[in-house]
């Protein structure tokens, strides 16, 4: 059984293809959406989900959040004792929505499709991959996140044929495909996006505009308990300001209060930079697929960000209508995953289906050219893959050195899109040893293979002794070997994730010691009073008796929240 | 008609439609398994791209059929070979201009907004440079192209493209005052240089503006000092006066050097109206005060010998200290460069070019293009006219393989092929006595490039193609015909886009 799972950002999601539809599956406490946190608890089992998240304000030192943004990267996080890389935890995240899976689905699951931003470079791509080995899993496919949002609506409409827009907003990144379907042909035909854009630095900005208009201090920022408060409220009133007209953002400081009123058109305002730079992929991706917005059929919206109005407006009057997001655009991108896993199980009711997706961005090598004067000028890029590329695809140039008798060859691999290599982003190197020739003699063919996990190959022979080097891409630190995965595979199995059964339990305590944290005075003292009698009914073991504890524990939280105006924590910002 | 390879791959005949060839290859893409043979979907999707290329021109140029091998019933064209065929079908021209009747209606009122913003700019740019004392700088330029943009009617995508051809064309159209900081200002406004694909998406003026700005690039990473020398040279070349015998005789050897070298650039930011009375007060000059052409330089040139005993004695020094240290004295490991040089040019080629295209035929030559170097650099030897035509013909009759179609490089092979037809054609109109009063500037062009030493490296061959078809692409006016930037209107400037030497 194959199950397709988003690795998001803020949220992951596992679903799978069932009776000729894609279902989500609900994790341990009955909901779809399984924050993507990880925390270390004390008794040194591993806390995913919801409880870690509530666990950010308590125990920051012990919780880690948004951790996809450095995958690929060698950045580490300490959890107590103990250093993790990204890829572990989100191994860790993604073992949990195993074990959810196998609970719902009631046999073993070892093969994933694991969702990645379209744009997503190389090593970014292959940490993923290295995550899903880590948490003992099969990676079958990577697949692009639009193209998955694609997929779940494109599912529903095979019969007609249609061009769709997919505008995937999520946390942190923001990508645009154009998919085209006909004859049950899926075909994405381009690609394009930012991958530092997304819903937070809508925040970022609404924070800014609060730091000058109040006239809070600006030495508030390094005090992180204020900053998440302010990143809490300032959720809230965006969240608010989808429904009623005005908002407000008010945080307490110790005695000092300091507030925003913000409507609409000041939220617009603040943010017209971001709405400018989420203009650019969209065209690009409407010239790369020789399409104008009148022969689209329709626009589909997926990724949380995109619920803000100012992002519809923006889709509306670039089109000239209203986008839609008949799916809910938090779970779009996990049931596309799960319509590819039945694609990849061969499932009897995909028979008629197939899905083609494209490169997202263009490759390279860098090259010299030659002056007038016979001098050469460095640092020119050569495209050998262009993007919007069908995939798989593999293309051969032929290159030669600039000099008689050069030793090596060094191949630099870039990805991007300008004349200069200083301006696209460096994936990895390669050397190839040449034999002791004039420089004609010594061409060497390099082939870039792009596959359609978006993993690249790159083979470089040389011409005249057929020698060939296959790149594992030097120069990338950011990698784990095989040997690596390994061994971390073996430690980490020794960590133990909390009991499913009793996750509930844990939740419900993270959400109260949170609570605790932020009440003062004589309503701490009862609050704390209350925490210990619930600890105490878990500690019975009786199940009736933890039930109905848990019922009365979680309402007067409720209770607590609402009342003082405690807000419920809202999802991390990186 | 003969089957174009592609519909033979996908099975069908040259009845088949958009709608057949979509199920073909819907049918075919499904018996394929991507992830294990990608080299079969390649094929696949090659051939279902050609296809579609194909049937979409054969609606578009229905009445201009090529005539094939067989049925020669088309009426006779009167341009020499298929003149706008293989342009549309290779580059998508600006998806501004496609065919479709309904395409043409919706567009009219994204060309009257474009329009309005063009003529807006167009007159706030004449007036800012109507003293050309004190033109404008960039980031005046930029700040009026913005303020231009910045309009709500702007925010409509064909309205932006097309306004951003228009403005390509008014700069490859040659030089004005003011235009080097325009340049310079809507290139960082449309951001032309952070994506090539875009700008080939603007059609035959994208081409000539990528080639600018590569052109540019280059000259960027020229040393400090030659640098400045030349752009004092190219800030003079703006001026009208004629230059005195001094001024020719230390400047008119680089100047030559310089345009053999950026042409496409200097056509942009230079005034290269003046060049012809450069070139004629020179030739005019007794021979000794003409100064000394800039010779290629592969090696230092040393022209005294005192120079070469040290250059011995260096070397010798250099390798004495290299042995010392043990280490081979190589330099470091520069970067690679696709380099093509003559001498490997295979027997078979000139039997090969002299073929009527065929599969076969297009097959060997696209390897031989494929192994000698498609040239990023415009100084590249080419393989000759006639490869480069016979590389055209291919591809206009459908049968050159599909994976390099889109290769940047093929783009400039049909674009040398195509400039050299306009200086044919300009060649035989030279020698019609009905133009002859119009035609005085393009008779000098095609008379004094042949006429003076190049002044160019001796690795090129004096290319006369080159020399001669990039006058004729910029359509030095004369000074009686110069269009004024205010009556420029967007149709005006687009119409230029397809080269039509004299417009009538």
């Given at each position: 059984m194959i199950i397709g799972i988003d690795l998001g950002t803020t949220n992951s999601l596992a679903a799978a293809w069932k009776e000729g539809r894609p279902h989500l599956i609900p994790n341990g406490l009955g909901e779809y959406l399984t924050p993507s946190c990880v925390s270390l608890d004390e008794d040194g089992t591993i806390l995913v989900g919801k409880a870690a998240r509530e666990r950010l304000q308590t125990h920051p030192d012990k919780t880690a959040a948004v951790f996809k943004r450095y995958m690929g990267s060698e950045r580490t996080i300490r959890l107590g004792k103990r250093l993790f890389r990204p890829e572990e935890l989100s191994a860790l995240v993604l073992r949990s929505l195993k074990e959810d899976a196998e609970a719902a689905l009631g046999q073993p699951v070892t093969e994933a499709i694991i969702t990645v931003p379209a744009y997503f470079s190389d090593a970014q791509r292959k940490a993923t991959r290295a995550a899903g080995v880590l948490a003992g899993l099969k990676v079958d496919r990577l697949l692009n996140e639009p193209t998955a949002a694609s997929l779940a609506y494109g599912i529903h409409q095979l019969d007609a044929e249609s061009r769709f827009l997919v505008v995937d907003l999520g946390g942190g990144t923001f990508d645009v495909s154009v998919l085209e379907i006909f004859e049950g042909v899926m075909e994405v035909r381009a690609s394009a996006g930012d991958n530092f854009l997304g819903g937070e630095d809508f925040i970022a900005c609404m924070i800014d505009r609060f730091f000058e208009q109040t006239g809070a201090p600006v030495s508030l920022k390094a005090d992180a308990a204020f900053m998440q408060r302010l990143i809490a409220h300032a959720e809230a009133a965006k969240r608010t300001l989808s429904e009623k007209p005005t908002a407000t953002i008010e945080v307490l400081d110790g005695g000092q209060s300091y507030s925003l009123d913000?409507?609409?058109?000041?939220?617009?305002?603040?943010?017209?930079?971001?709405?400018?730079?989420?203009?650019?992929?969209?065209?690009?991706?409407?010239?790369?697929?020789?399409?104008?917005?009148?022969?689209?059929?329709?626009?589909?919206?997926?990724?949380?960000?995109?619920?803000?109005?100012?992002?519809?407006?923006?889709?509306?009057?670039?089109?000239?209508?209203?986008?839609?997001?008949?799916?809910?655009?938090?779970?779009?991108?996990?049931?596309?995953?799960?319509?590819?896993?039945?694609?990849?199980?061969?499932?009897?009711?995909?028979?008629?289906?197939?899905?083609?997706?494209?490169?997202?961005?263009?490759?390279?090598?860098?090259?010299?050219?030659?002056?007038?004067?016979?001098?050469?000028?460095?640092?020119?890029?050569?495209?050998?893959?262009?993007?919007?590329?069908?995939?798989?695809?593999?293309?051969?140039?032929?290159?030669?050195?600039?000099?008689?008798?050069?030793?090596?060859?060094?191949?630099?691999?870039?990805?991007?899109?300008?004349?200069?290599?200083?301006?696209?982003?460096?994936?990895?190197?390669?050397?190839?040893?040449?034999?002791?020739?004039?420089?004609?003699?010594?061409?060497?063919?390099?082939?870039?293979?792009?596959?359609?996990?978006?993993?690249?190959?790159?083979?470089?022979?040389?011409?005249?002794?057929?020698?060939?080097?296959?790149?594992?891409?030097?120069?990338?630190?950011?990698?784990?070997?095989?040997?690596?995965?390994?061994?971390?595979?073996?430690?980490?199995?020794?960590?133990?994730?909390?009991?499913?059964?009793?996750?509930?339990?844990?939740?419900?305590?993270?959400?109260?010691?949170?609570?605790?944290?932020?009440?003062?005075?004589?309503?701490?003292?009862?609050?704390?009073?209350?925490?210990?009698?619930?600890?105490?009914?878990?500690?019975?073991?009786?199940?009736?008796?933890?039930?109905?504890?848990?019922?009365?524990?979680?309402?007067?939280?409720?209770?607590?929240?609402?009342?003082?105006?405690?807000?419920?924590?809202?999802?991390?910002?990186? | 008609m003969m089957v174009p390879y592609c519909l033979q791959q996908l099975e069908l005949d040259t009845t088949a439609d958009e709608r057949a060839i979509r199920r073909a290859y819907a049918q075919k893409l499904k018996k394929i398994d991507q992830a294990a043979d990608p080299a079969g979907f390649q094929a696949l999707r090659s051939a279902y791209e050609a296809a579609l290329a194909w049937v979409r021109d054969d609606n578009r140029n229905a009445a201009a059929d090529l005539p094939s091998d067989g049925t020669c019933d088309a009426p006779q064209v009167v341009e020499p070979v298929p003149a706008n065929a293989p342009w549309d079908m290779v580059f998508p021209t600006p998806w501004v201009h496609r065919a479709s009747k309904d395409d043409r209606r919706s567009d009219d009122e994204a060309r009257v907004l474009a329009s309005d913003a063009f003529t807006r700019f167009t007159e706030a740019f004449d007036a800012a440079t109507a003293n050309r004392q004190a033109l404008p700088d960039v980031e005046a330029v930029r700040a009026m192209l913005e303020e231009t943009m910045a309009g709500d009617a702007l925010v409509n995508m064909v309205a932006r493209n097309i306004l951003e051809h228009g403005f390509a064309c008014l700069l490859i159209q040659g030089w004005k005052p003011g235009h080097e900081a325009l340049f310079v200002a809507v290139t960082d406004v449309f951001r032309w240089d952070e994506d090539r694909r875009h700008l080939y998406d603007l059609g035959e003026v994208g081409f000539q503006i990528d080639r600018a700005l590569q052109e540019r690039a280059m000259f960027d990473r020229l040393k400090p000092r030659t640098r400045r020398q030349r752009e004092l040279l190219i800030a003079r070349l703006r001026s009208p006066s004629a230059p005195d015998a001094r001024e020719l005789k230390s400047s008119y050897w680089l100047l030559e050097d310089l345009y053999a070298n950026f042409p496409t650039w200097l056509g942009i930011v230079t005034d290269l109206n003046n060049l012809p009375r450069w070139r004629e007060l020179h030739a005019a000059l007794p021979p000794r005060q003409r100064g000394r052409p800039i010779l290629a330089r592969k090696r230092p040139v040393i022209s005294y010998w005192h120079g070469w005993a040290l250059m011995t004695a260096l070397i010798l020094l250099i390798k004495g200290i290299g042995h010392l240290n043990g280490e081979p004295s190589h330099p470091p490991p520069p970067l690679p460069l696709r380099l093509a040089t003559s001498s490997e040019l295979p027997v078979t080629l000139p039997e090969l070019v002299g073929k009527a295209p065929s599969p076969q035929v297009c097959e060997e030559i696209s390897r031989i293009y494929v192994a000698f170097g498609t040239g990023t650099s415009f100084q590249d030897v080419k393989l000759g006219e006639s490869f480069d035509r016979q590389i055209a013909a291919c591809i206009g009759k459908l049968i050159w393989p599909q994976s390099t179609l889109h290769d940047t490089a093929i783009g400039q092979v049909l674009l040398r092929d195509r400039l050299r037809l306009v200086a044919e054609r300009e060649k035989a109109l030279v020698l019609d006595p009905r133009m002859r009063t119009d035609v005085r500037n393009h008779g000098q062009a095609t008379e004094f490039p042949r006429g003076t030493g190049t002044g160019t490296s001796a690795e090129t061959p004096p290319d006369d193609t080159k020399t001669v078809a990039s006058p004729g692409a910029f359509r030095r006016s004369d000074p009686n015909r110069r269009l004024s930037t205010s009556k420029c209107t967007i149709e005006a400037l687009t119409s230029w886009s397809a080269i039509r030497p004299y417009a009538s």
């Open positions: 913000l409507d609409e058109p000041a939220l617009e305002q603040i943010c017209a930079p971001l709405l400018q730079r989420l203009r650019a992929p969209i065209e690009r991706v409407l010239r790369d697929a020789n399409l104008r917005g009148t022969e689209l059929d329709k626009v589909v919206l997926a990724g949380g960000a995109t619920r803000m109005p100012l992002v519809r407006r923006l889709v509306a009057r670039m089109f000239g209508r209203f986008p839609e997001c008949d799916i809910n655009p938090d779970e779009v991108v996990a049931l596309g995953a799960a319509v590819q896993a039945g694609l990849s199980m061969k499932d009897a009711a995909l028979e008629d289906v197939v899905m083609t997706d494209v490169a997202p961005y263009t490759l390279g090598v860098e090259v010299a050219m030659r002056l007038y004067d016979g001098s050469f000028s460095e640092g020119h890029f050569d495209p050998i893959i262009d993007r919007s590329s069908p995939v798989p695809i593999s293309r051969v140039k032929t290159y030669s050195p600039i000099r008689d008798r050069q030793r090596e060859l060094e191949l630099k691999i870039y990805q991007g899109e300008a004349r200069l290599v200083a301006d696209n982003i460096l994936l990895g190197s390669l050397k190839v040893r040449l034999p002791d020739l004039p420089s004609k003699d010594c061409a060497v063919d390099v082939r870039f293979t792009y596959d359609v996990n978006g993993l690249l190959e790159v083979e470089a022979t040389v011409q005249k002794t057929q020698h060939t080097v296959t790149v594992v891409i030097e120069g990338n630190p950011g990698l784990l070997s095989d040997a690596e995965i390994s061994a971390r595979f073996a430690a980490l199995s020794e960590l133990k994730i909390h009991p499913r059964d009793r996750v509930e339990n844990r939740t419900l305590l993270a959400r109260a010691e949170r609570v605790y944290q932020q009440v003062r005075g004589q309503e701490r003292e009862s609050f704390g009073a209350e925490i210990c009698l619930f600890e105490a009914s878990l500690a019975s073991q009786d199940r009736r008796r933890v039930e109905t504890a848990r019922q009365a524990f979680g309402e007067l939280v409720d209770h607590m929240e609402r009342v003082l105006r405690v807000l419920p924590q809202a999802e991390p910002q990186g | -």
